[in-house]
């Protein structure tokens, strides 16, 4: 008998095995084909989406269809996804469209889902940027894109990082932002404030030129919570002025704001 017909008869669970192998990884590549066809056209219609509704519902399709692929297969879905939240950020004529947008792209970030986190900090500060806050719409709309530029800090912080602090954007990104502090309204300011305070120094000039002057007009405020809540910026101000205002804010009367001063003087000690 020959070693083939030997094979046939002697062999026959592996040549079953082989077999249904092979058209297993047949129907695998056909169905990761069929999905990602079905993905393009879902990404299309996030692309021409006319309202926020339609936006987060084609979203909402999309990832539910990456979530069936393997993890090898949704990187380059997921790219392209980004770039297009990314251009309706930047250039879409609805305010609600680009905020729904923009707020995808802060959900990314803290899902971990997005490889270089910098690239989606520089599209919010730049559509708050270009936020001309000339009335209560527009300036929601700027506030808006400051609270998701804070929440993307989240996924840098301890138990759970998402991103070591390699990924930490530099602190050129932020620059932009330094020159809206001085003008802008109560909130904005606040918002603004919370955004430096993440931000490991603030020794750049582009940066300090901006934070120190207000620095020290809510470390003279009235309100001790603002007192409180600007000792951690002066502690990142490489600053005679800023130091010695947070050595008298220690003796301030206000607990609170003498603790906080403590712990922002740990800090710069540590540094």
């Not at 770039?83 to 803290?110: D, G």
């Not at 690239?119 to 730049?126: A, C, G, N, P």
């Not at 800090?153 to 991103?163: I, K, L, T």
Request: hydrophobic fraction near 45%; aromatic fraction near 8%.
């Amino acid at each position: 008998m020959s070693q083939t017909t030997d094979t046939l008869f002697l062999d026959p669970h592996n040549r079953l095995d082989t077999s249904m192998r092979t058209f297993l990884r047949s129907l695998h590549d056909k169905t990761v084909a069929l999905y990602s066809s079905s993905i393009l056209e879902l990404l299309v219609q996030v692309e021409t989406a006319a309202t926020a509704s339609q936006l987060t519902t084609a979203v909402n399709r999309v990832q539910k269809r990456l979530w069936k692929l393997p993890a090898s297969e949704q990187a380059a879905f997921r790219n392209t996804l980004l770039v297009i939240m990314s251009t309706h950020t930047l250039q879409n004529k609805q305010s609600a469209l680009r905020i729904e947008a923009a707020s995808w792209l802060r959900l990314f970030v803290q899902a971990g889902f997005v490889t270089t986190p910098q690239d989606v900090f520089v599209t919010l500060i730049t559509a708050a940027t270009r936020i001309a806050p000339v009335n209560a719409t527009a300036i929601k709309e700027l506030q808006a894109y400051l609270k998701m530029i804070f929440d993307c800090f989240w996924p840098f912080r301890h138990p759970y990082p998402a991103y070591s602090w390699q990924a930490f954007p530099a602190n050129d990104v932020f620059y932009p932002l330094a020159s809206l502090i001085a003008t802008a309204d109560e909130r904005t300011q606040d918002m603004l404030i919370s955004i430096f305070g993440e931000l490991p120094t603030l020794n750049d000039g582009e940066i300090a030129a901006c934070v120190l002057p207000v620095a020290l007009q809510w470390a003279n405020h009235a309100d001790p919570e603002q007192r409180r809540r600007i000792t951690n910026i002066l502690a990142r101000l490489d600053n005679a002025s800023a130091q010695e205002t947070l050595l008298r804010l220690l003796s301030d009367s206000d607990p609170d704001v003498r603790e906080s001063a403590k712990s922002a003087s740990d800090f710069l000690r540590r540094a």
